[in-house]
């Protein structure tokens, strides 16, 4: 299983930003759980504070990905051009928040990954990447 993990923006900055929201441990952390959780999948990890660097990353994914775990950031809740490029590749994408986005501000509310994803995980932490993991091993398998 082929997995391309990306991040979006201010996400390279876990661990030290808003640690009461987003916990203490940082990207690195989670791409090392992420391995140690299913070393059998061959993991890509992609981090961009920019919406067409992320665009691009989606679009390489359709050739030598299996699936997608996305955690657009802010792009969550404003971008169409992310929606429109996981609905273009058909790559299984499986959307992850670390904080519970249904329980934050009104403008978290709303996801326009959610539509085009498989389905989403918030408000696990960092353990919602290894949740995703998970998924997307049994969607492929079955
Ligand atoms: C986030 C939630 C978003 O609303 C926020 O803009 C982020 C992180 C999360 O992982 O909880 O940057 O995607």
Do not use: W
């Not at 990905?65 to 058909?90: C, F, K, M, P, Q």
Request: charged letters at 15%; a negative charge.
């Amino acid at each position: 299983m082929r997995v391309l993990m990306l991040n979006g923006p201010n996400l390279n900055l876990l661990g030290t930003r808003q640690p009461d929201v987003y916990g203490a441990t940082t990207l690195a952390d989670i791409e090392q759980m992420c391995r140690t959780h299913d070393p059998d999948a061959q993991m890509s990890f992609v981090q961009s504070n920019h919406e067409g660097a992320m665009i691009d990353a989606i679009h390489a994914a359709k050739t030598d990905h299996d699936g997608i775990i996305l955690n657009a950031g802010a792009y969550t809740h404003t971008s169409v051009a992310l929606h429109d490029a996981l609905a273009s590749v058909e790559v299984p994408c499986v959307e992850v928040h670390l904080s519970n986005i249904h329980a934050r501000e009104p403008f978290r509310n709303h996801s326009y990954i959610a539509p085009v994803a498989l389905g989403q995980i918030a408000g696990f932490g960092a353990q919602g990447y290894l949740m995703a993991l998970d998924a997307l091993r049994l969607h492929l398998v079955d």
